[in-house]
């Protein structure tokens, strides 16, 4: 017998093992672990479940929370919830792909490659850049890489972030200058852009990046061409942060010199799941190729002529350069790159294009809805699909009446902002019906 | 088989198909100079691809069947721990009430969630011997850096700047020194002795008042223990660094000993390798970090509390290092691998690297008359060969691997750790089954038999696959990195 479905092998294989190897316990193969290390108890974690129970666990859980597929919700600020294909989940749970590792033997990973090849046009294109990497953890950490890279090329310290660059990514990004000594300064936003007097008045011979979000946590289109001027005259680099949902509206980032752009492609095809996993993006100019972090898939072709992809450029990477290397990165967001480019193609050309117009249409809409109704807007530029309204209560107690009602109101902005609990970022998807956004005004009105 | 080229989805593409079904929009749209001035509008669109579902569908699925994954065949790569990753898991992941969650909801709304995040980061306080587990860190090497970054806090705090080396042995994984170096330190090496083992009196002369931290895997990246741990601990703590545990290795310690017991003072682990979490082709992964008391007021916020019979988010670490990841980690694996917890139990756990060790040690000794062992004991749950005898007759270690592949078996890691010659490292985990760990040294004793018959068939090798071997020297010299839409011009 065999202790558990996972454990195949029977007291006469174990048996038959240790006679090849030559002990009469296993035990013996732990006999270098020493007597006072060695843990004689029983571990502190819950006992096995078999399958029926576990499945009945593990529901508990889950329904002990409020999903958005339940509730409609207007949160965003980073995170979206967005029409995925059906085919996406499908193609994920092709095992050959979610069971596999790091593309290290390319003549059997050729579909990994592949797809991950297809990933970095889909990126490039995107953000009209010249190439993109195979992915990153997710959009902050990406956005600290960029960073990194920008101080280890320019030999600069100096980083300038806008104020109205994602709060978390601004934290991830001051954890990583302090590991590497390197010096972070937020620029203010005033009606919620980046503002070019702040950004001129900060920006020196030791500035080695200007950070910018497009568009930006309050959801508004920042002037990038103003933005570039500034941060190409002297020696910066200009990294822009975008949602590459809104880049099937917006310009590119790439078509205004920006050096790097990075983000998050969980738009596409990738759950909110709480915050992670997703899917950071990394796409840069064609200069910047040899000095980008984490891994690339490039095109040749085998000893036959036959095309075929490998990981290419690993003289950059930890497990060669160890010290020298220029991050610790050794993996990517592999299989939720793959959802992404499963989504996009799905999506295709002219879908983004509509689905980005669908989330403007709508955002627009519930602006006007909600101005119509009397209330404030508090920054009056261009949008994408979020924007932020002036409450007469304090946006927790406005969220705890609207949730009675059956909505998850938009985010409280001053969970990061000091002085702005009655600002709420309203964010509108294709997702939400007219009913849903109508059902928001009227919950909103009837707490003035 | 060699088969034709599959094309790139762009190349399947064609004018005006549609693969998508987006909602109808359900208000007036305004015009389009009113959503958006036409400064700010995309002048060309994105060349995304224009194909049929059905099209779409047999893209992946023809992609994928030019993939191996564990569940395709066995997949014995030392130091990954590809062991099987249950369905179940994947289920699960997917109910509503773990995928549809905004990380912004209240407390109120979550508390299923942070109830799995608190007796995950429980569960894995008890496996690791540690005192608090934050579940921020994103993978191994992003736990790497998050460790090392609290015992660097830990330092400065204590007044202690002059604290700027990690000490890393020479077989380390490359991830290690160049954590510690985005950490802010200079990475030294610790030489290993005859036996795979970290050299004592190296450990001593280079242990002093400019020393951080030891990093260690234990069992090391050879697949053995490092029995002198206890002294290595109290040679490192005398000199008042600190005990970092590389959790890369944990598949062969479950409920047998403990980190925290061995005296390491962080400890991360890999998700995606101990706790069945997929490897997903290269992530995501998770790589949760344990600390003892004395770190635990750097760590990251914020983790997850228990008050009573309801969960919530402590913030209150007025000494972190800040956050390391936006939101609460990677959730999503963190389902997973609480689900397989649960799946396993205390005694399962036990079982899982009992059963992991003597798979590795059984393969060892089958394997051990034909090519070159360079460490004799009994190994953990890997151990690594040498191709030495078989590089004499002219075939290196690549080609052995690349001949495994004609037996549908994914290699085992090559050439690392780097101060073994030739190394083959091979990890089978508890999974497998005998017939399966048979079959694949049925095949190894094969290829070193042709070797010395037949060497052109193994340097030839792979025969069987959809390509042959890959000009990696041409890819990096002229990049291709992506696809172009007229010509293929290089990038």
Known sequence: MSSHRYLPSTEQDQQ????????????????????????????????????????????????????????????????????????????????????????????????????????????????GMDLANSSMYDGPTALAEAAMMSCGVTKKKQILVSEAVHPEAVEVLRTNAKGQNLEVTVIEATDGQTSLDALKNSYSDETACVIVQYPNFFGQIEDLEEIEKIAHSKKAHFIVSSNPLSLGMLQPPGEFGADVVVGDAQPFGIPTQLGG???????????????????????????????????????????????KATSNICSNQALNALAASVAMSAIGKYGLQEMASQNMQKALYTKKRLQEAGFELVHDGPFF??????????????????????????????????????HMLIAVTELRTKEEIEALVEGLEGLK | MRTDEQALIFELSREGRIGHSLPELDIDPVDEQELLPSKYRRQEPAELPQVSELQLVRHYTALSRRNHGVDSGFYPLGSCTMKYNPKINEDVARYPGFAHLHPYQPESQLQGALELMYELQQSLEAVTGMDQVTLQP????????????????????????????????????????????????????????????????????????????????NPNTLGLFERDIVEMASIIHEAGGKLYYDGA????????????????DVVHLNLHKTFTTPHGGGGPGSGPVGVKQDLVPYLPAPIVAKDGESYRFAWEFPDSIGRVKPYYGNFGINVRAYTYIRTMGPEGLRQVSRQAVLNANYMLRRLQPYFDTPYEQHCKH?????????????????????????????????????????????????????????????????????AETNPEIVQEAPHTTVVSRLDETQAARKPVLRWEAKEEATV
């Not at chain 1, 002990?23 to 108890?41: G, K, T, Y």
């Not at chain 1, 980008?292 to 003289?315: C, I, N, S, W």
């Not at chain 2, 290795?249 to 390491?264: C, E, H, K, Q, V």
């Open chain 1, 16 to 127: 038959a093992m240790m006679e090849t190897i030559g002990i009469d316990s296993l035990e013996e193969l732990f006999a270098d672990v020493p007597e006072e290390v060695r843990f004689q108890e029983t571990l502190n974690v819950p006992k096995a479940l078999k399958e029926t129970a576990l499945i009945k666990e593990m529901q508990r859980l889950a329904e002990k929370n409020t999903n958005v597929k339940d509730v409609p919700s207007f949160l965003g600020a980073g995170v979206y919830e967005h029409y995925i294909p059906s085919v996406v989940n499908h193609m994920l749970l092709r095992s050959e792909f979610f069971t596999a590792y790091t593309p290290y033997q390319p003549e059997i990973s050729q579909g990994e490659l592949q797809g991950i090849f297809e990933f970095q046009t889909m990126i490039a294109e995107l953000t």
């Open chain 1, 277 to 323: 996993p997703h899917c950071g993006y990394f796409a840069v100019t064609k200069k910047l190729m040899r000095k980008v972090p984490g891994r690339l898939v490039g095109e040749t072709v085998d000893e036959d002529g036959r095309r075929g992809f490998v990981l290419t450029l690993q003289a950059r990477e930890q497990h060669i350069r160890r010290d």
């Open chain 1, 385 to 422: 699909n979020e924007f932020v309204i002036n409450l007469p209560k304090p946006c927790e107690q406005v969220n705890e009446s609207l949730f009675d009602k059956g909505i998850i109101g938009g985010l409280d902005l001053g969970r990061f902002y000091e002085g702005r609990d009655h």
């Open chain 2, 138 to 217: 994103a993978a191994g090497a992003h736990g790497e850096w998050t460790g090392l970054m609290l015992i660097r806090a830990f330092h400065e705090a204590n007044g202690d700047y002059g604290r700027t080396k990690v000490i890393v042995p020479d077989s380390a994984h490359g991830t290690n020194p160049a954590s510690a170096v985005v950490a802010g330190f200079d990475a030294v090496t610790v030489r290993s002795n005859d036996e795979g083992l970290v050299d004592l009196e190296h450990l001593r002369e280079l242990a002093g008042e400019d020393t951080a931290a030891l990093m260690l895997t």
């Open chain 2, 249 to 264: 290795n944990s598949n062969a310690i479950l409920g047998m000993t403990r980190p925290g017991d061995m005296g390491f």
């Open chain 2, 382 to 450: 890997e151990f690594v060969l040498s191709g030495k005898r078989q590089k004499k007759l002219g075939v290196r270690t690549l080609d052995i691997a690349k001949r495994l592949l004609d037996f549908g078996y994914h290699p085992p890691t090559i050439y690392f750790p780097i101060n073994v010659e030739e190394c083959l490292m091979i990890e089978p985990t508890e999974t497998e089954s005998k017939e399966t760990l048979d079959e694949f040294c049925d095949a190894m004793i094969q290829i070193a038999k042709e």
